[in-house]
């Protein structure tokens, strides 16, 4: 009977979060909020659709070509009085410096305080098999998935918390202050920050790091009323997951290979390994890049945002579910997701494998004794 009653209130308060609480919002017009990576794709998208609002966008450009054509759209909108570009690369401390110099500078004379920063930037490091890969490839996704958040979030921060005070609403900040938030940060995680994958060991250790990060300071800021959200979303149709993108990255990695390892793996694998690759993409990446606006808006000014996002069909019910699943589960259930992909796309059987490495024979496979009545080990089979 308690648990019957428990598990009642559980469902009671649940549908109160989602459909009552989530959906008021503390109104977005006149507020300030700073974007990064907004070239083109998500961060893009969220700047026109904020100033659209009646939001002030400080909107961080990587390129001027993606600053311009961000300013031309304003202006199509109707809207540029509240874009503010500005030119930012997050793997620089004295860039961030400057764009911090920028927004205070602006936010002073308007008299105004800034509600929020958007952790936008990104970069979609796949290469290939680990063995590909060189420390700079770490090194290169760390800096920018997560320290580029990190720079933003140690420069911003005395701003963020200025506006406690602020936009303060008639009382209600003590108790509401923390899900409420006087300033919020919104990061731009991913279910691979949840969940390892093949050939994504730079882009996973980059993910999971800035979710960490972003984990442990939400605790450090609730007593500044400053927030912290995470999106995690799947995989969408952006530029960096074009097919040219991709085989670029390949190629660039590729042609860094030592003559041996290039003999060990074969241009069979490589060639292989770009099919199977764009393929996936193609069947699994959403078009809908609406729902990460979505999200990045009702993080920012939802009256009860959500810690994390959970972005796409594919997140939510694939790659977070799996995430909570024992490792060797996660690990054969990705193992036999890939194979039934390609399977279905009729290819032929060295791509279906991937075309394993030049000295590796597929039919000399063997599995432990607890893994040889499950399903997926027949599939796997079926496939050799």
């Not at 109104?27 to 961060?43: L, P, Q, T």
């Not at 509600?115 to 680990?130: E, L, Q, R, Y």
């Not at 039934?340 to 032929?348: H, K, S």
Request: a neutral charge; charged letters at 20%.
């Amino acid at each position: 009977m308690v648990l019957y009653i428990f598990t009642s209130l559980l469902v009671v308060f649940y549908l109160v979060k989602r459909f009552i609480l989530e959906s008021l919002s503390i109104g977005a017009e006149g507020r300030w909020v700073v974007i990064s990576g907004c070239d083109s794709g998500f961060g893009r998208l969220t700047s026109l659709r904020l100033i659209s609002k009646g939001v002030n966008v400080f909107a961080g450009c990587y390129t001027q070509k993606g600053r311009e054509d961000l300013e031309k759209c304003a202006e199509e909108l109707e809207c540029s009085h509240r874009l503010h570009t500005f030119q930012l690369d997050i793997t620089s401390d004295q860039s961030v410096a400057d764009a911090y110099q920028f927004v205070k500078k602006t936010l002073e004379a308007n008299d105004a305080l800034l509600w929020g920063i958007v952790n936008n930037a990104g970069v979609f490091s796949i290469f290939g098999p680990d063995d590909w890969c060189s420390i700079k490839q770490y090194t290169d996704s760390l800096n920018v998935n997560c320290l580029g958040a990190v720079r933003m979030c140690h420069q911003f921060l005395p701003l963020l918390k200025q506006s406690k005070v602020g936009h303060s609403i008639e009382g209600r900040r003590e108790r509401w202050g923390y899900r409420m938030g006087q300033g919020r940060i919104v990061t731009m995680g991913s279910s691979a920050g949840r969940m390892h994958g093949q050939f994504l060991a730079p882009y996973c250790t980059s993910k999971f790091a800035v979710e960490a990060y972003m984990d442990c300071i939400r605790f450090e800021l609730r007593r500044f009323g400053v927030s912290v959200h995470i999106l995690e979303p799947g995989a969408f149709k952006t530029e960096l997951l074009s097919e040219e993108a991709q085989n670029a990255r390949v190629d660039y990695i590729w042609n860094s290979l030592s003559a041996e390892t290039k003999n060990e793996y074969g241009e069979t694998y490589k060639k292989n390994f770009k099919e199977a690759w764009n393929i996936g993409v193609n069947i699994m990446a959403s078009s809908n890049l609406d729902w990460v606006a979505d999200h990045y808006t009702h993080a920012l000014f939802s009256f009860w945002p959500r810690l994390r996002y959970y972005t796409g069909w594919d997140s939510r019910f694939l790659f977070i579910p799996l995430s909570l699943l024992p490792t060797f589960v996660q690990d054969n259930s990705k193992q036999c997701n890939c194979r039934i992909v390609f399977c279905l796309q009729c290819i032929e059987c060295s791509p279906v494998l991937l075309s394993f490495p030049n000295h590796f024979n597929p039919s000399k496979l063997s599995f432990p004794n607890e893994y040889g009545n499950l399903p997926f080990v027949y599939l796997f089979r079926f496939v050799q």
